[in-house]
């Protein structure tokens, strides 16, 4: 049994992770750790939990294989610095910290339909970011495929719990409900983990991606729209896609439209392609908290201790 | 021009009441307090209001008709105390500081579909709750025709704008949407208003209202569930109701069940009546920042001031 | 393996059968049958599956060991009538045509939390309502304990998925969203069931239970709050509650007020008392798919095939 | 008083319109029309109107000044062939049946803020659709200053009222909530009229427009997000819109980026522009029912008829 530990146990992110890992067949769960209900039954902030016996508490890190770090950007690194970690310990972050190339150190970035193999072989993994995992995954194709034009421009749709546990006056029902807005126009910190995905695909330093996130009135999910003019022909594009996923079980390339309810709640990335004229429009569809974020982290834990990539991420769709 | 003022002009209730006071054709808004953002444009609160060029300022008490005070719970009576209105000035007050006879002094209670006649004569009026006012007006025509049974059972089901605008775990998007849980069960603070109305429209003192107030995953409405068990047929109720209300232009007696939609954005309160052996169900639907705030307490300016009960108050039913 | 077939595959109960038995380590999903769907790949209705190979196809009886009956009510009956069924297949039906004593037969009434033993060794299940199971787990203790009072209240509050997939006013999103209404009040079918668990329980045949249902403004997951009024402490009335459900995995009795977002999309019934003077609320909280429908029918298929009663019914909850 | 008319009385567009045209201080509602409901009351079908005594019924074409017709896309151009309207009346069709040059006759185009002159002198309106109202305001100020770029990218996310009152899989609850998804990419009908629009106002023929309609979780509103890559200086821009827009009092170009709740239930226009490198964004919110179908048309009447463009428009937002 792979021994695991997380670190930032209280929030939405480690709130999913201790969900799946209860039920990950090759997972012991020894250690929750959160500096604010340290003691605490973990149903106490994640409620649904009431028939687990898990509590709160310090990580032993001599007694773990796996290290979750499930902390607001910024403060993994922090940690790290506090907390020594033994080499022999594993570690999957899934803040901001070390997701570029500048900051990245031994980490390496946790996508693994793009760096599978690498992620396998290595001790630290950077899981990528909600909104970089959506959209990466509708570019990798084509800047693989050399065809990616520099002119990008996404619509990304998210939910509410993409701005975590904290309310605010954004995540306020009264304000959420019933409406949209868009955030961060342009400037979204996941641009950087995108650019440098698209290089390492294949793709050009000059592609110019103009990325408008909007805040959905939904609380998890994401679709993302990502428009580009380019001259090949569908059926070609559409052959791009499903060779370069055919060896990725979490990503469909999918005949009809995509929506995204058919992937909340799952470890799923749904993409649809539609072309007229030049036009081309590469819909994405993840659920934002599981292969943007916690199932994501499994999915490379298993990659890491050669388990089977889908252990414990086999998840029934909400769906409704 | 009725000259008014509002203060605490920042909050939901203040947001409605200048909302609807814009339009008033009877009424000039002179003066909108608000300690946090005085010398501010109102739209930088109430966002909509955009095209407005009025602006928070501090109230010249001696240059208005009327003051609505639209504080939190217990800053009505210390505004009050620190801000002496001169006696020419009519107060229309929206917490729950004046509502009970025990703190009432000289303010009436305004509820119109009771009080009406003391409504056109006073100074000062306390306006009732929201979840008060759903109740009331299921109650009080069984109350006042003697036949309302001691054990009433109620669900109130109210939208988060009830929970005010400060954002909390409750109010929250990733908690309240599509979700369902009851707060204040059997003590919820409107019980006292309610049973001082019971009584007030010819009720028992003995009246035992189990209420459980119920969060729904909606921003605006109230719809009251109120079941009693009693012998009278249920045409002899319908009269009883549509006679009550005959005289009410607000109160609508409808021969279909009702829903909340109905009402929201609207002043008006909409009932329903079902029968099967004893057990009568009294549905009651208004909008909680119209009728149930802001709205009702423009109707009561309007009885106060001698003008027609519904200036200001015929409003498009957002009803999708 | 346990070979089984499902007539009716194409609606909302089949869709989330299927999808938690194509996890269900015990289970091989032989045939899906669809009058209007055969031939088909499931995902066309099922969209969500796009990684599944399974068609609609006709049922070979000979070849299955259970059959789950997913039609609409009426039509398990004639659809039995016209499809003879070996002695040695089990039956597992969701519809309400075997529920009730007058017209059950063979069918055992699938409450595992009232009738366990009895599901273990029977040949035919019929299913409970969804809103019938909410309320039942409400009541079987105090019934049991011989403390129900006659007069119950009940207000049930439902989502979209209730209401099957077939579009209508009701479910229309226009009408449905940010709306709450009242329908089939004091006279629901599901009161049938309702009155014969109590009475199978040990509680009285006048128990008359003023049942108020209501369509919620979301799409799956039902609330209960079930009102009476009695005499016994809050503590003692726990405590039959915390031994009734001591050896059902699937009931939670909680110290903290439930709330319905912590059993969505998981076979979990939580439930939780409050207690004021006479006045005691139970709270309960299903989804209204799986404890509801489709889960619960798993766990009696778990029962009857001496498996696990949790087997493929350790869910992640949706929660957000 | 102007005598009114409305063709196809029971749809959503309709109801909005009587919902206005009921407090419109110039107007009597003389007809409404609708061939399921004849005789009936309307709040039979706009069931808010409780308290209207107005019932379906035939129009007397002779004694009216206007007709609005709500009928859908198609029938209007049959309901004026089977129905001779007197010269005198003047029309106002709320269908696509006569907004493009190539169908028009005597039809205006009825954007008031590109042909406010021509619609006061004319006898029959053209009213815009709902996204192209809401991409057209975005666009018509770049295409006046001639600095409309030829590659234009939307992405336009509507609420369910926008696909009409008959239930569908599209807009039924259990689908619609907490989903997303694309519908007529790069295909929407309303292409057409904006595409004349642009060219209208003094943009190119070679405008590529990119437009990607979304299906979003809500009810009402359209947010359009606008992106194009040009050269000028942000407060240029800023200034070339609210330049533009000076003279139009349902358009307001905010200094803070917009959101859609602003403007539900009025007949406003607001938006925002954002700037990055070359990147632009501009953000357009309406009323998909109001600014976008029955408010704009009842803002053409007003133009029509020499009153004040903002009679019966000056209607409280929700906001919540």
Do not use: W
């Not at 939405?12 to 250690?31: D, P, Q």
């Not at 796996?66 to 033994?86: D, Q, R, T, Y």
């Not at 002119?151 to 939910?159: L, N, R, S």
């Not at 999910?221 to 079980?249: N, Q, T, W």
């Amino acid at each position: 049994m792979i021994r695991v530990a997380i670190a930032g146990g209280a929030g939405y992110t480690a709130g999913e992770l201790i969900r799946l890992l209860v039920n990950h067949s090759a997972v012991e769960l020894k250690y929750i750790q959160s500096g604010s209900h340290d003691g605490e039954p973990i149903y106490s902030v994640h409620t649904d939990l009431i028939y687990s016996d898990l509590k709160f508490s310090n990580i032993d890190f001599e007694d773990i294989d796996v290290l979750f770090i499930c902390m607001g950007h910024g403060n993994s690194a922090k940690f790290l610095e506090e907390n020594p970690v033994p080499a022999s310990v594993k570690i999957i972050d899934l803040s901001n910290d070390f997701r570029l190339k500048a900051d990245a150190g031994e980490f390496i970035y946790g996508a693994p339909e793009l760096n599978r193999e690498q992620i396998k072989g290595c001790r630290c993994v950077a899981n990528p970011g909600c909104f970089a995992t959506s959209i990466n995954l509708a570019l990798i194709p084509l800047a693989a495929a050399g065809i990616l034009p520099e002119d990008v421009t996404v619509t990304g749709i998210t939910g509410s719990t993409g701005a975590g546990q904290k309310p605010t006056q954004d995540t306020h029902f009264s304000n959420r409900n019933a409406n949209l807005s868009n955030y961060k126009v342009f400037t979204h910190q996941h641009l950087g983990e995108i650019g440098e995905t698209v290089v390492a695909a294949g793709g050009s330093e000059a592609t110019d991606i103009a990325f408008v996130p909007v805040r959905g009135c939904h609380a998890r999910g994401i679709m993302s729209d990502v428009v580009v003019r380019l001259e090949e022909d569908l059926d070609k594009i559409i052959d791009i896609f499903k060779s370069y996923y055919a060896s990725h079980p979490f990503v469909c390339v999918s005949d009809k439209p995509v929506y995204m309810k058919q992937v909340v709640n799952t470890n799923y990335c749904f993409l649809s392609l539609q072309k007229e004229g030049r036009k081309l429009l590469i819909t994405s569809v993840v659920d934002n908290l599981l292969k943007g974020a916690s199932g994501q982290a499994v999915q490379n834990m298993n990659l890491m201790f050669g388990l089977d990539e889908m252990e414990g991420l086999r998840l029934k769709a909400s769906y409704f």
